[in-house]
């Protein structure tokens, strides 16, 4: 209680330090609202949108406030979790966890909105306790009974069937659940995916220790479809040409192009293994890629998985592979296709041992370090 009351004076005394408006690289930005805090509870903040923009997330309905408002690590969470789901004509869930996706999943079939957010929840089910859940189509009332049966911080949709609310608004048969914040947010496909997409406005800011400030156009991708995919070819003069000579079933490829999207929001080092449009394990925040690729294959193995195996899965790296070693890692653990830039000095040998192992080796158009 002393640490609740310590934090509520704390942010008593800042709420409206910020400026209403503010002009950054000549775009005028008005405060939306004063946050519960930013990353932490002892950093007061405020969130603002672009004057005059018609914002995905700057304009987002309440529709159900918990016990306080928003934080920026909330606002964080949506961000990202909405930048997964933008990607896909098909219903899409996302759940992110400290800026980093635990679990996300894409419709397979004729598979509900509830099965798909199952899907994404329980990729990681232990790591999703707390998270922000994001859907790119309106949560039916099954998929909200679902949310409310294990513990989450808010869900983020464009719209909600009818009742839907009373579900989220039921603290006595949900009492675990009871200070959950829903909100409303515009249609994530408006955000801007592709290279060559209408960006003004979306230029990402990084401040720096001194208050110095890069600003940068945002992170997106040249792959359109799974047509896009191209299997990976390089020369050097210890391997000659090579160029990769399995190819990817075509569900594999479409679950390449999946993994290839949730990674975009991955901090890097990162990878995504997945199968069967289901995140099985993500590897993040590595310094090294075999690292990253070591701790997803752990994670799946020894922390939720249990006896299943990764056989048949695909992975998606969002940098290249300096060696073979990431790719024998994951060829060991039952990957068999695999999508990551090129632009190392020894691809051609990356390649020649891919066909070795029997793995697709696709090459990216693009490196995707995302460094949030």
């Not at 401040?207 to 479809?225: C, K």
């Not at 922390?303 to 990764?310: I, S, W």
């Not at 695999?338 to 090459?363: F, K, Q, T």
Request: charge should be negative; include cysteine.
């Amino acid at each position: 209680m002393a640490n609740e009351l310590n934090r509520d004076t704390y942010l008593s005394k800042h709420v409206g330090d910020f400026a209403d408006t503010c002009v950054i690289n000549g775009v005028t930005y008005q405060k939306v609202d004063d946050l519960r805090y930013g990353t932490n509870p002892h950093q007061c903040a405020a969130y603002y949108k672009p004057v005059g923009a018609d914002c995905v997330i700057g304009d987002m309905k309440v529709l159900k406030n918990g016990k306080s408002g928003l934080s920026q690590t909330n606002l964080e969470d949506i961000s990202y979790a909405l930048n997964i789901v933008k990607f896909f004509d098909r219903p899409a869930c996302a759940v992110m966890k400290h800026v980093n996706p635990s679990g996300a999943a894409v419709q397979c079939g004729n598979e509900t909105l509830k099965a798909i957010y199952l899907k994404a929840r329980d990729a990681d089910a232990r790591a999703a306790f707390g998270s922000v859940i994001a859907f790119n189509e309106e949560v039916d009332a099954d998929t909200a009974r679902e949310i409310m049966s294990t513990f989450c911080e808010c869900v983020v949709a464009p719209s909600y069937a009818e009742g839907v609310l009373d579900i989220f608004n039921d603290g006595e048969t949900y009492k675990l659940n009871k200070h959950i914040r829903i909100l409303q947010c515009g249609d994530p496909r408006k955000l801007p995916r592709y290279v060559g997409d209408n960006s003004v406005g979306h230029n990402t800011m990084k401040v720096l220790a001194d208050g110095s400030v890069v600003i940068a156009e945002p992170l997106m991708t040249n792959l359109r479809s799974a047509a896009d995919l191209r299997l990976a070819e390089a020369e050097n003069k210890r391997c000659g040409f090579q160029k990769a000579a399995c190819q990817a079933s075509p569900d594999q490829l479409d679950d390449l192009l999946f993994a290839w999207y949730v990674n975009l929001s991955v901090r890097s080092n990162g990878v995504v293994i997945a199968r069967h449009g289901q995140t099985l394990c993500v590897g993040t925040g590595e310094q090294d890629r075999v690292g990253a690729i070591e701790q997803a294959v752990v994670k799946f193995g020894e922390k939720y998985q249990g006896a299943e195996t990764l056989q048949g899965a695909v992975m998606a790296s969002d940098g290249f592979f300096p060696f073979a070693d990431g790719l024998e890692v994951a060829a060991k653990a039952g990957i068999t296709a695999i999508i990551a830039p090129s632009g190392s000095l020894r691809d051609a040998d990356v390649i020649a041992r891919a066909n070795e192992l029997g793995v697709a080796l696709y090459h990216a158009p693009e490196r995707i370090f995302s460094h949030h």
